[in-house]
Each structure stands twice: as structure tokens, then as C-alpha cells.
């Protein structure tokens, strides 16, 4: 009998582990040397970004129309078309919760109806991250309690047709990961009648 299709947890032995970055930021570094289960003299070197994870939000409104942001991303040299997110920095802090709070934070905007779509590895070759998806519908205006800073100052917030924009991520005119990914699994999902 195969294997059902699905992620197994399973950690091989780690023989030893540094930090090779860690400062008052959520997000660290380090480096683990790790064996096969059963070959101990097979040690090799990999490198962990440590990252509580994310919350992302798909926000649509009643004109079907989804909440994006446009963001400078040093990283990638780019303004780029994204949703509302943010870091699970609260430790404990439930991932709806954090969603919630990052609708207002972000977008000044609560929601009456929550989903959550699915949880996504965002790279596991390198880093712990995974990205908690909802879907917020029943938007109305809030008072945002959060002040901005960095990047988030010049961060635009606008509301664009689902169609439209599920149309510039075909396209390839919109890349941001965890956009595509929430949009087309919505897409997906709603059209097998999921959601």
C-alpha cells in the first residue's frame, strides 16, 4: 500500500547549531549540521532562517473587488502588488487573531465573515516560515490603530477587480508569492463549489 499523499513531520538528528544572526528582530539565522537517521558519519551544513511565519489576508469586498497594497520590497528591488500581511509576532497569538489585526493595521478594515484557505511552507529548503491564508469577507472601515513606518509610509491601498486581478497574475504582471498562491487556491477552490 503507498503512502497517502500528504506532508509528513520528521526532523533528522542535529549534531550541533550556531547562530550566525540573532538580534531584538523576529527573524534569525543559523547554522545546523545534521545527519541522515542511521548515518552518523554523513554531516552536512544547512542554513535555517528562523521566522515565527505569517499571516495573509484575501480581502474581497461586496463588489467582488480584492483589497491589494503596493509595497517597495528591498529585497526584491520592487513595488510590488500584495495583500495585506503580516509577521506572527505575538508569541502564542492565535493566527486569525493576527489576520484580523493586520486587516486593520494594514488596511484600516475589519471583516464580519473569516476562512481560512490554507498554510503554506513559504520556502522550506531555507527557512521555518510558513503563511497562515484566510479569506475576509463583510469588509467595513476601522479606525487603524497602528502607526506606519519604513516602507509601510509610501504603502498604497487600493481595491481591484477579482477578475483583473487574477488576470495580472497570469500574466506574470503580479508575482508576489502568497498572493498567487491565496488568489488562485480561492480561485480554485470556489470554482469546485469548496468555498
Known amino acids: 500500500m503507498s503512502e497517502p499523499l500528504a506532508d509528513v513531520p520528521l526532523g533528522w538528528p542535529v549534531v550541533s547549531s550556531v547562530d550566525v544572526h540573532r538580534d531584538d528582530w523576529v527573524v534569525s539565522v543559523r547554522k545546523d549540521t545534521i545527519h541522515r537517521p542511521g548515518h552518523p558519519e554523513d554531516t552536512f551544513g544547512r542554513l535555517v532562517v528562523d521566522d515565527p511565519g505569517a499571516v495573509v489576508i484575501l480581502a474581497?469586498?461586496?463588489?467582488?473587488?480584492?483589497?491589494?497594497?503596493?509595497?517597495?520590497?528591498?529585497?526584491?528591488?520592487?513595488?510590488?502588488?500584495?495583500?495585506p500581511a503580516g509577521k506572527l509576532d505575538k508569541p502564542g497569538e492565535d493566527p486569525l487573531v493576527a489576520a484580523q489585526r493586520e486587516l486593520r493595521e494594514e488596511a484600516a478594515l475589519?471583516?464580519?465573515?473569516?476562512?481560512?484557505?490554507m498554510t503554506t511552507w513559504a520556502s522550506p529548503g531555507i527557512t521555518s516560515e510558513t503563511h497562515a491564508?484566510?479569506?475576509?469577507?463583510?469588509?467595513?472601515?476601522?479606525?487603524?490603530?497602528?502607526?506606519?513606518?519604513?516602507?509601510e509610509i509610501d504603502m498604497t491601498l487600493e481595491r481591484v477587480?477579482?477578475?483583473?486581478?487574477?488576470?495580472?497574475?497570469?500574466?506574470?504582471?503580479?508575482?508576489?508569492?502568497p498572493l498567487v498562491i491565496a488568489l488562485l487556491a480561492f480561485e480554485a477552490l470556489s470554482g469546485a463549489g469548496r468555498l
Open 110 to 117: 475589519a471583516a464580519d465573515d473569516w476562512v481560512h484557505l
Open 60 to 83: 474581497i469586498d461586496q463588489d467582488d473587488r480584492v483589497v491589494v497594497l503596493r509595497q517597495y520590497r528591498h529585497a526584491a528591488q520592487q513595488r510590488l502588488v500584495e495583500l
Open 133 to 151: 491564508i484566510f479569506v475576509a469577507r463583510g469588509l467595513h472601515d476601522v479606525p487603524r490603530d497602528f502607526d506606519l513606518h519604513h516602507e
Open 161 to 177: 477587480p477579482r477578475a483583473d486581478l487574477v488576470e495580472a497574475v497570469l500574466d506574470g504582471r503580479v508575482a508576489d508569492a
